[in-house]
């Protein structure tokens, strides 16, 4: 028995990275999993994996950022399945080419992260929630971030669509309560994922370096793995986590705890 037996799940963003661990994760516990993304490749073989492990699985190829791709990828999943349980807003992008101020920023660059990391939220509620009202409930969990906690410079359309993302979430608990819909999310700290290799690759930066360096802003010492993002969301899914919404859980190796005017990992400590 799993534990997302006779449970339907979307992953956006589900063939790769945290999004790619995630659809494993959610068919590993008996969920029939549709994985939604951009790159035809790696979503089949997601769903390759998926099968051959006994496991259920589609590939959807979409365009999260679009409202005809989210009405598609709903569409599919309930033809499918037969129905919708559970949403994981996995998907976001932070092109390395929009690290910039806000003057600088085109913006259509703007336009695309917000649309892709921010409305995509909006898009994928709007076509879920009446299946899920059918079902009796269900369940949202979205990748937000730790830059939608606190920022750095050069990233204006990231931080903002993560602050964005945190804020419907808590709207979307508000307004489906009654409908038995929890809302939440995660905020990853630097997790190794293709996203974060493309960006260090981008820069020229050797990447066993970046991730140990990148690792050192972490009190445990090390940058997470996307199974360790997955299986916090598959606990906020399920109903271990029953009396949560409305709230984010940051899951960051306590990075977020950590003052700017404290040390590296295990200053000042004999
Ligand atoms: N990796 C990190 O350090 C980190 C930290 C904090 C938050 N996050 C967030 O976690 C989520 C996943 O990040 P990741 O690092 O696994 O990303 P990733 O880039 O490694 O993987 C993202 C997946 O989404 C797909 N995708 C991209 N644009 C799409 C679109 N428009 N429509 C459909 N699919 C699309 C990609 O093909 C890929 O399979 C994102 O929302 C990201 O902002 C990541």
């Not at 029939?32 to 997601?46: H, S």
């Amino acid at each position: 028995m799993g534990q997302f037996d006779n449970k339907t799940v979307i992953v956006t963003g589900g063939a790769l990275g945290i999004g790619g661990a995630a659809s494993l994760a959610f068919a590993r516990e008996g969920a029939n999993v549709t994985v939604m993304d951009l790159n035809r490749d790696a979503g089949e073989a997601t769903v390759a994996k998926i099968t051959s492990n006994g496991g259920k699985g589609l590939f959807v190829e979409a365009d999260a950022g679009t409202s005809a791709g989210c009405r598609k990828t709903v569409d599919e999943t309930v033809d499918a399945f037969g129905g919708l349980n559970i949403v994981f807003n996995n998907v976001g992008i932070q092109p390395p080419s929009s690290y910039m101020n806000a003057v600088d920023l085109p913006e259509e660059m703007w336009d695309r992260i917000i649309d892709v990391n921010l409305k995509s939220r909006f898009l994928m509620a709007k076509y879920s929630i009446p299946h899920m009202r059918k079902a009796g409930g269900g369940v949202i969990v979205s990748s937000a971030s730790v830059q939608g906690l606190q920022s750095m410079p050069g990233v204006s359309a990231y931080a903002a669509s993560k602050g964005g993302d945190l804020s419907l979430m808590r709207q979307l608990s508000l307004d489906f309560a009654a409908d038995n819909i929890r809302v939440l999310a995660v905020n990853p700290g630097t997790i190794d994922t293709p996203m974060v290799r493309n960006a260090t690759e981008a820069v020229g930066d050797d990447i066993s370096v970046a991730l140990s360096s990148y690792g050192k802003d972490h009190p445990l010492g090390r940058v997470g793995k996307p199974e360790e993002i997955a299986e916090v969301v598959l606990f906020l899914a399920s109903d271990r986590a029953s009396f949560m919404t409305g709230e984010s859980v940051t899951v960051d190796g306590g990075m977020m705890a950590k003052g700017a005017w404290a040390g590296g990992a295990g200053a000042g400590i004999d």
